[in-house]
């Protein structure tokens, strides 16, 4: 593990999940989309919400939500077709119209198919599913940031992060690649005291669909070969899958392990075991 990174020349960081591993904020966010669905489905609401938690539904992280069809869809990360499909009570698509529904290879739009990538995804397809519209989403969105950043939350820092990190950027560029606005991603990172520890931050990334543009210009701003670059972060669709493909080493944070066995892919419970 540790020599995928000592070895590298550029460490590409996520930072939702990754520089923080902290969830409550994800319940915070379906607390208040709860709110704005209708009194009568409320229960049942956040009932589906904990059973994504859980595994015990069809959407989970790692999948993709299909917006038109309401469907949780299965999809190989690497090839990018539809392997199953899934209703909201678990029934499966029959396997002629699987074919026909999903012909190719799948492409994340922000509009019908939406990657769920990380916890921030949950809450969001359950709003969808129970009618809330993208308005509703977003301003309860933006609360959940707004609480990030007050006195009533706070986040845990991973031990020896900071030091780790100092050491590496020694020798060693290091970038932060996230889908979070700036102003966040600049408190955050005060509030994790890892503010100044980065070469370069690029935020507002939009991964996945951009994540092989956003890693094309990073390798090329530090001419950097791509296996000398290792993506680093806690979402597979969005940060390991991609930079595979573009021959990057991956360090892939997965509290559960992975299936998946891949030469430049390594997994790790928590950050801190990565250095």
Not at 55 to 81: F, R, S
Not at 86 to 113: C, I, N
Not at 142 to 167: C, H, I, Q, W
Request: aromatic share 10%; proline share 4%.
């Amino acid at each position: 593990m540790r020599d995928i990174v000592e070895n590298s020349e550029l460490l590409i960081f996520d930072l939702d999940g990754t520089l923080y591993e902290d969830t409550d904020h994800f319940d915070y966010y379906c607390r208040l989309l709860q709110q704005r669905a209708d009194h009568g489905i409320q229960e049942e609401f956040y009932r589906s919400y904990e059973k994504m938690k859980k595994g015990l539904h069809p959407v989970a992280v790692g999948k993709v939500y299909d917006l038109k069809l309401d469907m949780a869809i299965t999809v190989d990360p690497l090839t990018l077709q539809v392997t199953a499909a899934h209703h909201w009570d678990g029934s499966s698509m029959e396997e002629d119209t699987l074919k026909k529904e999903y012909p190719g290879e799948l492409v994340y739009d922000f509009e019908r198919f939406i990657a769920i990538g990380d916890g921030w995804w949950l809450p969001y397809v359950t709003a969808m599913h129970f009618g809330l519209t993208q308005q509703d989403t977003w301003d309860a969105y933006n609360a959940t940031k707004l609480y990030m950043v007050s006195d009533e939350f706070s986040l845990s820092k991973t031990p020896g992060l900071k030091e780790s990190m100092k050491r590496l950027k020694k020798d060693k560029y290091l970038v932060l690649m996230t889908n979070s606005e700036e102003d966040d991603v600049l408190r955050l990172l005060k509030e994790l005291d890892l503010d100044g520890l980065f070469h370069a931050i690029y935020p507002s990334s939009q991964k996945p669909v951009k994540t092989k543009e956003v890693l094309s210009e990073i390798l090329a701003k530090w001419k950097i070969a791509p296996e000398k670059a290792v993506s680093i972060g806690d979402n597979f669709i969005n940060e390991i899958a991609p930079a595979l493909l573009m021959g990057l080493n991956t360090v892939y944070i997965q509290p559960h392990g992975y299936h998946l066995q891949h030469d430049n892919l390594r997994v790790v419970p928590t950050l801190a075991d990565a250095f």
